[in-house]
């Protein structure tokens, strides 16, 4: 399986305009695949609880922080997400010399779920991810299907001061921290001789493996990929254009030119056919800790026709209904063995609507142009709005128990009136 999905970005001060930090991710996947934003409060858990991830079952943390997902439905764990300490974490398939795993264990979207879930800072996020994957390893299908579709893990994890890429092969990994400038990832391993952090054994094992000599210079990248660092040779790839278009505005970086970047399709960051840009996510997070971070969603596929709407973290947020898709319980073909026997109807109330839209935006050019025009006039209501929360901070939170519900139902009355 070639490289085929995902871009995740991050900027950092001095790359972005005023103390912030801009987290984004388009989530390519199967184009008939459904992804829902859903949110699951703090949860205190007792002593010896268990956690059902997609595949495995594993122990509970006593303590789980409120997160905001981004997720394919019929799954546990996440494409891309954050949590109530504005932790970001975003995955990307990577495939190198060692093979990925058919066996069932737990899945790169699990580990993005789990590192926000218990780690309050990117770093923290770091250590959750790699020692569950050392405990419990990585692996079963990425899609639902039995495909047999199965790839390693790199994430992009950012918080208020710095960001971190970490990239798995197997339960080996390396970690990188970044502090500045700007940072995107795609599909090819992309940490070269600058590790901060790394798997105890995991120099031994590639010089076992006869992938590196013990004495010229570490380079991950090189010795754990097939024979080149990636992309970053491949001056056509979706990286190569991804870090171009975030050079073009260092220093000037925001929210909108991430949501540009993601909308971006002609160099195949927003992707169509038979992978899809299927979600998106960008983050605004104000380095100074009094202020809020403001986190935004599409919930539907191609963000070129969808609105990013936002969310804050406050007390008292309900179950994001109109995102959520059909539960089927101990009902769902991905619960039963053999899995994959059949596939429910997953689509929420958003996405249905939306699939809709897209069709007439696709068949009436002028029709079209209203019904996207309306939607950026929404989104950019919206930002102005944020801008000044992001300025100044909250002043009720009450008023955005509703924010990510309130946006979604004004999108839908855009859909309405065409």
């Known amino acids: 399986m070639k490289p085929s999905s995902c871009d995740t970005f991050v900027a950092l001060p001095p790359s972005t305009e005023g103390q912030r930090i801009i987290f984004g991710k388009n989530s390519d996947r199967p184009c008939d695949e459904v992804q829902e934003v859903v949110y699951f409060p703090a949860t205190d858990y007792e002593a010896g609880a268990k956690v059902e991830c997609t595949y495995i079952e594993i122990e509970q943390a006593t303590h789980t922080y409120a997160v905001v997902l981004s997720k394919p439905a019929w799954l546990w764990g996440a494409e891309m997400g954050a949590n109530e300490h504005q932790v970001c974490i975003g995955n990307e398939a990577v495939w190198g010399r060692e093979s990925a795993n058919d066996d069932e264990a737990l899945l790169g979207m699990d580990l993005v779920r789990l590192g926000l879930e218990r780690g309050d800072t990117a770093e923290k996020a770091v250590d959750m991810i790699t020692e569950l994957l050392e405990k419990y390893g990585q692996g079963g299908s990425c899609m639902e299907d039995e495909s047999g579709f199965t790839y390693h893990n790199s994430f992009l994890i950012s918080d208020r001061k710095e960001a971190w890429l970490l990239e798995t092969s197997g339960k080996y990994w390396a970690a990188e921290r970044v502090e500045a400038g700007h940072r995107n990832i795609s599909n090819e391993y992309d940490i070269t001789t600058k590790i901060d952090k790394e798997h105890p054994e995991m120099r031994e094992y590639a010089k076992n493996k006869g992938w590196w000599d013990g004495k010229t210079p570490f380079n991950f990248s090189r010795v754990y990929a097939f024979a080149s660092t990636g992309r970053i040779e491949a001056s056509g790839g979706r990286y190569c254009e991804g870090k171009k278009m975030l050079a073009k505005s260092n220093g000037h970086i925001t929210a909108e030119t991430m949501m540009d970047i993601l909308r ?123 801008e000044e929360i992001l300025s100044h901070g909250v002043k009720e939170t009450d008023s955005l128990v509703h924010l990510f519900p309130g946006s979604v139902k004004e999108e839908l009355a855009v859909y309405s009136k065409h």
């Open 264 to 386: 971006d399709k002609e160099s195949d960051i927003n992707m169509e056919g038979m992978f899809t840009t299927t979600g998106s996510m960008v983050s605004v997070i104000p380095t100074d800790p009094a202020l809020p971070g403001v986190h935004y969603f599409t919930a539907t596929p191609d963000p070129e026709r969808s609105i990013f709407k936002p969310f804050i973290f406050v007390n008292n947020i309900d179950e994001l209904k109109e995102t959520t898709s059909p539960s089927y319980g101990s009902d769902d073909p991905v619960k039963k063995k053999p899995r994959f026997q059949s596939k429910p109807n997953r689509k929420h109330e958003l996405f249905v609507k939306h699939e809709l839209v897209a069709a007439i935006i696709d068949s009436y050019k002028d029709k079209g142009k209203k019904i996207t025009d309306s939607m950026r006039k929404v989104e950019r209501e919206k930002m102005t709005q944020m």
